[in-house]
């Protein structure tokens, strides 16, 4: 049940008020001062206060002051006579969210509270949203424990907080795009769009439209004016992934909308101002393409004003269980499974090509094919490529992958001369883990 407070100095009046909510449903406590006002609220738990503006003492615009210092979310709702409306839109200037123009009727009063109280209701489900948009795409996202992990989110952190332009560096599946949207959502840009462009997918004839959009008739099939991504950002970011795939050309009027901030639609000489955070993305060497003059060296400088680089998983092994562990929640739809020792071992050990992307195909795939909750070393082996090439496990009997590890562990002491500690760093898993495994396919029996 709704509390509500009425403040007001006439008695009468105040009865009145009180009865008419009670025959609502609503509790309701009555003070007949600011300052009697002021004390109920700060040790009551009402939602909504209803005031008069004009009371001896403290007013009501005194009253909606010290309320907003501490409640920024309570229902505060003027009460004022019509030769004072000026004050009520000051009020609601400093926070009042609405008024009651005296005399008024009991359908009126309820109109306003319930309208109140409906807003209210939207602000709190916006800020729930905000909050799940954020947990969703923010950096709760990035799965790591790695050392390497966690200072790339704290830099990251820091970044999203200016509005200068970004370029994450990467292989592919290495969560570009993921860290992009995660900037964006920690940004003061958060409450803008976040627009995506893959430029390899775009073909090069339409990329120009797509990026800047274009006027009707501006080439066959430009039936209508259209935005492009640049437009449909403004206010807030715009994701270039694989930005190495642009070519030349279009590289030189994209630095220029960097330079100048505005575009130009296709067909059109009119200027366009846009107000847009850049992110761009690539997996490729753009050093090495400056150099060979496939990339232009401007636009690169122009670009790489924050540079962030995701290092592969296989760098970073420490990562591929909790990994693991956050893909099975999210695919397992609320299953527990279990999973056999041999396979973390093995998904530690693996040098994943295709980065966490890979990783995550192939437990939502075990997860699928999974008899019986539990993740096997042979349910694994049908879908893991083995690191010598893109040959399918599938195509190697099922009994081999023992015979894989035990492989990987002489190759790691021969590497190592025989030092186990360094051996359980080439594979990335740790020293008891090794032994464990030695012993159980006795290898290195010998070794000290």
């Known amino acids: 049940m709704t509390r509500i407070l009425i403040i007001d100095d006439d008695e009468s009046l105040c009865r009145v008020i009180a009865h008419q909510l009670k025959q ?47 409640d920024k979310n309570i229902i505060f709702i003027i009460i004022t006579a019509y030769g004072s409306v000026d004050g009520a839109v000051e009020a609601s200037k400093i926070g009042a969210d609405d008024y009651l123009i005296k005399p008024f009727g009991k359908e009126a ?5 319930e309208k109140a109280l409906q807003f209210r209701q939207l602000r709190q489900e916006n800020r729930r949203l905000k909050m799940e948009v954020s947990t969703k795409f923010g950096f709760e996202r990035l799965v790591g424990r790695s050392p390497v ?9 820091r970044v999203a907080l200016s509005d200068s332009t970004v370029f994450i560096f990467g292989e592919s599946g290495t969560g570009k795009e993921l860290l992009a949207r995660a900037i964006h959502v920690n940004s003061p840009r958060k409450n803008g769009p976040f627009v995506t462009v893959n430029c390899p997918s775009i073909p090069e004839q339409l990329i120009e439209s797509e990026l800047f959009g274009h006027v009707k008739g501006a080439f066959t099939g430009a039936m209508k004016d259209r935005q492009g991504k640049f437009e449909m950002a403004n206010g807030g970011t715009l994701f270039l992934d694989e930005i190495g795939d642009l070519k030349v050309d279009l590289q030189a009027k994209l630095l220029r909308v960097l330079q100048e901030r505005e575009i130009e639609r296709v067909g059109e000489n009119r200027p366009i101002s846009v107000d847009v955070r850049i992110v761009a993305a690539t997996n490729k060497n753009l050093d090495q393409m400056v150099a060979e003059g496939s990339f232009r060296e401007d636009l690169y400088y122009r670009l790489r004003v924050l540079p962030i680089e995701i290092p592969p998983l296989r760098e970073r092994r420490e990562d591929i269980v909790p990994l693991v562990h956050h893909f099975i929640q999210k695919h397992g739809n609320g299953v527990k499974y279990k999973i056999d020792p041999d396979v973390l071992t093995f998904l530690e050990a693996y040098d994943w090509p295709g980065n966490v992307r890979e990783l995550e195909n192939v437990i939502e795939r075990v997860i699928v ?14 879908e893991v490529r083995t690191g ?19 492989q990987a562990i002489e190759n790691a002491l021969q590497k190592s001369h025989g030092n186990k500690t360094r051996a359980a760093e080439f594979l990335g898993i740790p020293r008891h883990v090794l032994l464990y495994r030695m012993k159980k396919y006795e290898v290195g029996v010998n070794v000290k």
């Open 149 to 157: 992990m966690e200072t790339l989110i704290q830099m990251a952190t």
């Open 369 to 382: 094919l999974s008899p019986d909750q539990r993740i096997s070393s042979n349910l694994l082996a049908q």
């Open 24 to 70: 609502m449903g609503f509790r309701v406590e009555i003070a007949l001062s600011g300052e009697e006002g002021l004390r109920k609220f700060k040790s009551g738990d009402h939602e909504v206060i209803l005031s008069d503006i004009n009371m001896p003492g403290m007013t009501g615009m005194e009253v909606l002051r010290e309320v907003r210092k501490i």
């Open 109 to 113: 009063m309820r109109f306003v509270i």
């Open 388 to 406: 010598k090439g893109t040959r399918a496990f599938s195509a190697v009997p099922r009994e081999t992958l023992p015979e894989i590890e035990k």
